[in-house]
């Protein structure tokens, strides 16, 4: 069963903007992390947040993890066009043998 | 270091056909999953393997889906007969440990785009 929820469904700015992705779960969990899918492309991971963690920086990202409100966000800042794809988060439920659940992912558009 | 590496990459079959994919893992990684991902949706897991013992399937359609993976290295995926609700493209990953709840990231295959006709 899908556990995350992802908002915005579809996302189009200009590039140089940033970009905002939130993720909602329902259960408890491990980790989370984001993935990017480029169109007709397998899923690249980005970054890994861990139960107790809050903030974790890598390059242009910036994921938040609130496990009080079971919610993750995923920042982009400076979109480029290459940034275009779409952008999933996953988590690692606890007690369900360690696997990785997908969200339904938010499309992100960058225009030039 | 060679990525995952996942043959056909399309497939195009009429229902009640049967067919293969296959997929060759990072070299060392012990766990294997197969996932569908439906247009427009998020990956679904289908099966899990640590080496070569299965972990998870809890989400396989058992009645007309197989999968195996021989010597804990490479892994083929089977649908026999297959639906026309099997259109999607099956994505093959793989962990170097054995959960990712001990904070493993997952590397995905390109894929295989199944259509049935």
């Known amino acids: 069963s899908q556990q995350g929820e992802e908002d915005p469904q579809a996302l189009s700015i200009q590039e140089g903007e940033n970009a905002t992705m939130n993720c909602s779960y329902k259960?408890?969990?491990?980790?989370l992390q984001w993935y990017r899918q480029n169109s007709g492309r397998g899923l690249v991971h980005l970054i890994l947040?861990?139960?107790?963690?809050r903030e974790k920086h890598s390059g242009r990202l910036r994921v938040t993890l609130d496990t009080s409100k079971k919610s993750s966000s995923l920042l982009i800042t400076a979109s480029r066009a290459a940034d275009t794809a779409s952008y999933f988060c996953a988590t690692v439920p606890y007690n369900q043998g360690g696997k990785l659940i997908f969200g339904q992912g938010t499309e992100l558009s960058v225009k030039p | 270091e060679a990525g995952v590496a996942q043959s056909p990459r399309y497939k195009i079959i009429e229902k009640r056909q049967s067919v293969a994919f296959w997929c060759n893992p990072i070299s060392g990684h012990a766990t294997l999953y197969w996932y569908q991902q439906i247009l427009g949706q998020g990956p679904k897991l289908l099966i899990q393997?640590?080496?070569?013992?299965?972990?998870?399937d809890s989400q396989l359609p058992k009645d007309r889906f197989s999968a195996e993976r021989l010597k804990g290295v490479d892994s083929t995926l089977k649908i026999q007969p297959a639906k026309l609700e099997d259109s999607a493209v099956y994505l093959c990953?793989?962990?170097?440990?054995?959960?990712?709840?001990?904070?493993?990231?997952?590397?995905f295959g390109s894929g295989t785009q199944l259509s049935v006709l």
């Open positions: 259960t408890s969990i491990n980790n």
């Open positions: 393997f640590q080496n070569n013992g299965v972990v998870d």
């Open positions: 947040i861990r139960s107790n963690e």
């Open positions: 990953a793989s962990s170097f440990g054995q959960f990712v709840a001990t904070n493993e990231k997952l590397f």
